[in-house]
C-alpha cells in the first residue's frame, strides 16, 4: 500500500507514500484511492509533498480518483512540488483541483492559488 | 563542450523508470539546473511511455535507446526503439485537451504529446532501418560548475 489515510476535523487526509506517481503505478494508485475513499467524508485532501515526480499516466490516475468520489464529494491536493505543480499548471488541470502549497494550508482553508 | 552519455534498458514501465531516472542522475552530474532537469524529465517520460504503451504494445517488449548529446546551450535526447513506427509517420498534434464540460467528461489521458512539445524546443522524427528515432531537443543555460 502507497497510501496511508488520517482524519482532520473531519476532512480526510490521504498522503502518497511515494516518490513519483507514474506510468508503472499509475493502475495501483487509482484502485487504492478507491478503497481509501469508499464511503468517506465529503472532503478529501491528497497530500502530494513526498511525490517528486509525477508523469500523465498519474495525472490521469488523480483526475479518475477525483471522478470515483463523484459529485457530492471534492479532491482537493495539497503539496505539490515543483514537478508535480508544473504538470498541473501546463495542463491546465490547476484550474480544475484547488491546490495549496501545504497540507497546513489546505486545512486551514486557505486557497494558496487559484 | 559537448559530452555525450547513453543508456538502453528494456520497454517495460519499470525499467523505463529506471532508465528515465538515470538520465536525470547524469543530467544532475553535469549541473543542469534542477528546474530544467524537471522539465526534461517530464518530456522524456512521456516520450519513453509512449514507446512502452504503443511501439511495443502487444509484442515483447524491446530495447529502448537513449543517447544525449549535452551542448553549451542545448540538450539532444534521441530515443530510440525497434518497435512499431508512429502510425501514418506524423507525430500527434498535441493539442491541449479540453477541460469544459462536467466531470465525469475530464480527460484521464492524451496529455502525452501535448507535455512534450510544451516542453521541447524542436522535435524531430524519423523512421528507418525498422526503428523509430526521435530525437528531443531542449535549450539549457548551464550553471558554472
Redesign the interface.
Known sequence: MTLTSTMIDGTQVVSVNAE?I???MAIQFKEDMRSQTDNGPERVILDLSEVK?I???G???I??A??QLG?ARKLDLAGLT??VD??FR????D??FNLYATLEEATGGVAAET | MEETFACSFAATELEARTGINSVVDQLRDRGLPETRIGEVQIALAEAVNNVVEHAYAGNAPGDVNIRCQLEEEKLSILIRDAGAPIPNGQLPAGEAQSLEGPLEDLPEGGFGWFLIRELTSDIHYERSEGENNLQLSFEIQMTSV
Open positions: 513519483r507514474d506510468a508503472a515526480f508523469d500523465s499516466s495525472l490521469g490516475a483526475v479518475a477525483m471522478k459529485g515543483p514537478v508544473k504538470v501546463l495542463t491546465r488541470m484550474t480544475v
